[in-house]
């Protein structure tokens, strides 16, 4: 069993900081059983943790994720984000109801909104604290939020109880570290980071390989050990394949030397300067 390291949320709730991704999920039936082999398999190996969204499939992915997680709901730590035109008062409510049908569940334990739209912050907060003193969510969060967001999310009422922030990072996207990744540490607020392996695109980076065949390892385990190391980050690879779930599940025994991650900044290297926030 890989020895995964956790991250303590707000709550003081530790979760597991490799979890699973389910972008793509649910959207071909023939592919179902493999997917949800896939994240059984991830459970299996402490990656428990699962990230999903309404939007995901239009509601597949939490499907399949629903199939995954049946009979075992209590190991899991169940994520699930609202689209941003759903983020009113009401409209959060509604959608959370919709999301836990879907999953055949009474509770998520983070619900998050998907990146910032029209409803005002504070009608979206209002909305998720509505959701938490009804027992339907353990906490919430945001995603796609740059550092301006937070602040602005931490001026309006209950807006300081945000539980975490996903957002794009991963070693060819190190925007964060500059200024957003240090706040939210500071602030107890959890940093999930999605597309960690950059959709597949890192792997073929010539000096993660080299670095990878140095330790009998693979470019993917580089660069979730990468996140690994952070203090605070949550890194939620999505595969669909049971033994990448395995390998990437295994990063977390990698231990790099200090010259390598100095040949990984090399490679990769930390900004500057500040750097608006990319999102995939
Ligand atoms: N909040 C947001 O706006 C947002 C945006 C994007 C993503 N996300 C979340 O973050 C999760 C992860 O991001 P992502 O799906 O965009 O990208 P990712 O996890 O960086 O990469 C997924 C891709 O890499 C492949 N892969 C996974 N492990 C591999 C390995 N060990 N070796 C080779 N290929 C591997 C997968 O293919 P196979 O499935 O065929 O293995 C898939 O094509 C998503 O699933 C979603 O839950 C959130």
Not at 144 to 173: H, I, K, T, W
Request: glycine letters at 8%; hydrophobic letters at 40%.
């Amino acid at each position: 069993m890989p020895d995964i390291p956790t991250v303590t949320l707000p709550s003081g709730v530790s979760v597991p900081a490799l979890g699973l991704g389910t972008w793509n999920m649910g959207e071909e039936s023939r592919k179902a059983g493999i997917e949800i082999e896939s994240l059984k398999r991830g459970l299996d190996l402490g990656m428990t943790l699962i990230d999903t969204a309404e939007m995901y499939a239009e509601g597949g992915a939490e499907k399949i994720t629903a199939e995954a997680i049946a009979g075992r709901r209590d190991e899991v730590f169940l994520v699930s984000k609202v689209y941003p035109w759903n983020a009113g008062r009401k409209g959060v409510v509604e959608a959370c109801e919709r999301s836990l049908n879907r999953l055949k569940t009474d509770r998520l334990d983070l619900y998050l909104l998907h990146w910032r739209g029209q409803h005002p912050l504070a009608e979206t907060v209002a909305g998720f604290e509505e959701l938490r003193r009804a027992g339907k969510i353990a906490a919430w969060g945001v995603s796609n939020f740059d550092l301006d967001d937070m602040e602005e999310l931490m001026a309006v009422p209950e807006g300081r109880n945000c539980a975490a922030n996903q957002v794009l990072y991963n070693l060819s996207r190190r925007g964060v570290e500059y200024d957003l990744l240090p706040w939210c540490q500071e602030h107890g607020i959890a940093v999930m980071a999605y597309s960690p392996i950059e959709q597949g695109r890192l792997l073929r980076n010539a000096d993660l390989i080299r670095i990878a065949k140095a330790y009998q390892a693979t470019p993917a385990q580089v660069a979730l050990a990468f996140l690994l190391e952070r203090d605070g980050v949550v890194a939620i690879p999505k595969s669909a394949n049971p033994d990448r779930v395995a390998e990437n599940a295994e990063a977390a025994d990698l231990d790099l030397s200090e010259e390598d991650w100095k040949a990984l900044d090399a490679a990769f290297p930390p900004p500057a300067q500040k750097r608006p926030l990319d999102m995939l």
